[in-house]
């Protein structure tokens, strides 16, 4: 995997930990399907994401930016 060997993503036990805003993201919607657990770090995610992520046992951490 070309993330994980940049240490973008990490893998603790059974869950893949993903800084989104290290990739270049700032939101996270809910197309798709989640076939893995996931912790994901990012300033925005739709509800039906957020949805997707928990139902699978994972998590969605918001991040909040400073307004400068």
Known sequence: HRFSSKN???K?????SVDLEKL???????????SN???????YAS???I???TGS??????I???KE
């Open 8 to 10: 973008l993503v990490n």
């Open 12 to 16: 603790e036990n059974d869950v893949f």
């Open 24 to 34: 270049g993201f700032n939101k996270l919607l809910g197309s798709g399907k989640i």
């Open 37 to 43: 657990k996931y912790k994901i770090k990012v300033s």
């Open 47 to 49: 509800k039906k994401a």
């Open 51 to 53: 949805k997707k992520i």
């Open 57 to 62: 046992g994972g998590e969605v951490i918001l």
């Open 64 to 66: 909040k930016k400073s």
